[in-house]
């Protein structure tokens, strides 16, 4: 790897330079050659396997834990930071730079008397959804491998700890704005030097002036709704929305009790700490813009409070347009450009309500999300029958819905690939929690792998059809319907 350390060089008091603690044993348990491009690597190896899992420096590193705070299920708290994970620098691949951070390198000065350590289950967790993401092409954070060990870590029970090495655009979150409006140490002028820096780093088409400043958040603000769009179209649960849980660039960022729909239900939540369902499936629109406007008071030193809220009023209509047009490529839903702005938005109104009756339909049949899209390739949209009628207890629901969506779609001249076109855009495979605490226990009890390996293989080509692999598309056994997972995970 080769590194460059702006952030390192630029923000000393951004940071507290600390080194990881190798962990004992170590061993590659994953390694995603899809990252490894990222960055220029190529095939895993002995050296890199010490220099990532903390037992030898790596050329170039400067091994630092960033400061930042955060609102925590709605409550502020003034000081968090990098509590488990150790940053190498930026990383200089052939399309530009990313972070490589070690989640799991023991403790921080933000560690809280923790031990800074990840837990293989956790770690494993990591690894597959990162990629599984980016496969989907949602926007996120990536990771280039999983090592374990054979540590012993106590959480609610001995485990064994391990790494998740972390590929991030950048580690900068709402909560670095945040900890340096409220800290003591000038608000102003730190505030303007991490948005300069920021805007250096990640936005060069912007200058850093009001007017930047300002296009700056108005960007801010439309990554997270295209993210959160793409979250609420493949039916992905976050679990935990803190502010310093979201990344400035709109990437999907530090995955705890994340989850994906199996049976489709507005209120999922994923994590057991969730009392309220505060971070609900359906109420990530919403936090995502409560989270912004934490985001926008943190700011009011340096960006006025009128450009501010002209930005988050963009918030609701981007989220939906983006929303609407993931939903359209899944339904094969034509669209004419040749429409007026104000024929357009009347077509998406009725676009979202025939596609919010499409999933209160399965809500109300408890049928599984993605193989109830799947069946989308399945479909002869000239013919009166439908697959997912079959499904459905309520059918004269079903045919009324199908009856619009058939006159929505109208002719469809080749309707080999129109299904063709399905299937590019609902995948066969997702990551169901079941199907990751299965490769968990294999290695758990066995020391085998192999389902892991299997699992993210198959995870990174998710449209495809692969025949010996149908079993992982079914719908869970009733064990792992629903799972909800702990911060730990």
Not at 159 to 173: F, G, N, P, Q
Not at 240 to 246: F, G, K, L, R
């Amino acid at each position: 790897m080769r590194f460059k350390q702006d952030f390192f060089e630029q923000l000393d008091d951004f940071y507290t330079q600390v080194y990881p603690q190798g962990i004992s044993n170590p061993h590659w348990l994953g390694w995603s050659d899809d990252a490894a491009k990222l960055i220029g690597l190529e095939k895993p190896n002995d050296a890199l396997l010490m220099q990532l899992s903390a037992n030898a420096a790596a050329p170039g590193a400067s091994y630092y834990a960033q400061v930042y705070s955060g609102h925590q299920f709605g409550g502020y708290t003034p000081r968090l930071g990098d509590g488990r994970s150790i940053i190498l620098g930026e990383a200089i691949g052939p399309n530009g730079a990313w972070d490589v951070a070690l989640k799991g390198g023991g403790p921080t000065p933000y560690s809280r008397h923790g031990d800074g350590r990840a837990v293989m289950r956790s770690a494993v967790r990591e690894f597959l959804v990162s990629e599984a993401l980016a496969a989907l092409s949602v926007p996120t954070s990536r990771a280039l491998a999983v090592i374990g060990s054979d540590l012993p870590v106590l959480r609610e029970s001995q485990e064994t700890a391990a790494i998740t090495v972390r590929l991030a655009k950048s580690h900068i979150r709402f909560g670095h704005f945040e900890y340096f409006c409220y800290s003591e140490k000038g608000a102003p002028d730190r505030l303007t030097q991490l948005l300069n820096f920021t805007l250096a780093q990640h936005f060069p088409h912007l200058t850093a002036d009001a007017a930047g400043y300002k296009q700056w958040f108005v960007e801010v603000v439309q990554s997270t709704a295209k993210m959160i769009a793409h979250w609420q179209a493949v039916g992905f649960a976050h679990g935990v929305m803190n502010t310093d849980n979201m990344s400035i660039l709109g990437d999907t960022f530090d995955f705890g009790p994340f989850a994906f729909l199996d049976t489709f239900k507005e209120g999922f939540i994923c994590n057991h700490s969730d009392h309220d369902g505060r971070y609900a499936f359906g109420q990530q629109p919403g936090i995502g813009l409560w989270n912004l406007k934490r985001l926008a008071q943190a700011l009011t030193p340096i960006i006025p409070s009128d450009d501010l809220i002209a930005a988050l009023n963009t918030y609701q209509p981007s989220l939906i347009n983006h929303y609407v047009s993931l939903m359209r490529e899944k339904l094969g839903l034509s669209t004419d450009n040749d429409l007026d702005n104000a024929a357009q938005a009347e077509q998406e109104k009725q676009d979202l309500a025939l596609i919010s009756q499409f999933t209160v339909m399965l809500e109300n049949n408890q049928l599984d999300y993605n193989n109830s899209l799947r069946k989308m390739g399945q479909i002869d949209i000239s013919s009166q029958y439908s697959p997912l009628r079959d499904d459905m207890l309520n059918v004269s629901e079903f045919d009324r819905w199908y009856q619009a969506y058939q006159a929505r779609v109208g002719d469809v001249a080749d309707v080999a690939a129109w299904q063709q076109q399905r299937n590019r855009h609902n995948p066969k495979y997702i990551l169901r929690n079941y199907l990751a605490q299965e490769a968990i226990i294999d290695i758990e009890e066995k020391a085998d792998n192999s389902k892991l390996i299997q699992l993210q293989q198959l995870l990174t080509r998710p449209y495809d059809e692969q025949p010996d692999m149908d079993h992982y598309a079914k719908r869970p056994p009733d064990w792992g319907q629903g799972l909800v997972m702990s911060c730990s995970s």
